[in-house]
């Protein structure tokens, strides 16, 4: 699919911006230095990042969940149970950022107040775009409690990501295993209880939770991509 204009000047942004980023954080001397380098009209570049370098930065997040999405191909899925898939797209969203202290600095810009929400929207982004292209087909209140949880492994994977110094990062990806390890057994204990002669009492109030349907469009979700669920 070919990009739009407006996809194409936002992808010539982020190309000139990778390289100020590490130095220079998301900020405006990083904004200013990509619309230079990219000979981008400033007037058209602040038009489709109005808060500039922050603008850039979701963008940035984007395009990699879009980078990962494409990796996932069915023949790569295809033999693959479950927690396998997921933790898969997980190594597959880290592995293909081309330098860690660019997500470093994003990690920092969404740690501020005034961004906290636009963080929070882009993991639940990741966390759904994951399920969304592993075949995910819930649609009631699971559709909500697998992304949440996804988004909290997600989120911690990337925080010990950053810090890991080992060779091959082995060392995220067996905290990663560990994370989803305690997710299964999580799952395993919900279904134990669920069979149990109290699970079964509660039967009724937890009935009505399941109830709640996944909303039509993800864009009703933070993270939203504007494609409306079949």
């Not at 990219?38 to 395009?63: E, I, M, W």
Request: hydrophobic letters at 40%.
């Amino acid at each position: 699919m070919s990009e739009t204009p407006q996809t194409d000047v936002i992808s010539r942004l982020l190309d000139a911006a990778e390289m100020h980023v590490p130095f220079d954080g998301w900020s405006e001397a990083t904004f200013v230095a990509a619309v230079n380098d990219s000979d981008v009209d400033a007037t058209v570049g602040k038009a489709l990042c109005p808060r500039g370098a922050v603008d850039l930065a979701v963008a940035y997040h984007k395009r990699g969940d879009s980078q990962m999405v494409s990796a996932l191909t069915e023949d790569a899925l295809s033999e693959m149970k479950i927690r396998e898939k997921i933790t898969f797209a997980v190594r597959t969203r880290l592995e293909l950022c081309p330098d860690r202290e660019i997500v470093r600095r994003g990690s920092t810009l969404f740690a501020l107040p005034q961004h906290a929400a636009a963080g929070a929207q882009l993991i639940w982004g990741t966390a759904d775009a994951i399920w969304n292209a592993i075949g995910d087909t819930s649609q009631d209140i699971n559709w909500y409690s697998k992304r949440a949880t996804l988004s909290a492994v997600y989120s911690a994977t990337v925080l010990f990501w950053l810090g890991d110094d080992s060779d091959g990062h082995t060392a995220t990806w067996a905290f990663l295993d560990r994370r989803i390890e305690n997710v299964m057994q999580f799952e395993k204990t919900k279904a134990q209880f669920n069979n149990s002669p109290l699970g079964k009492m509660m039967s009724g109030p937890l009935g009505a939770l399941s109830k709640l349907r996944a909303p039509t469009f993800p864009g009703n979700m933070p993270g939203h991509w504007g494609q409306k669920r079949g």
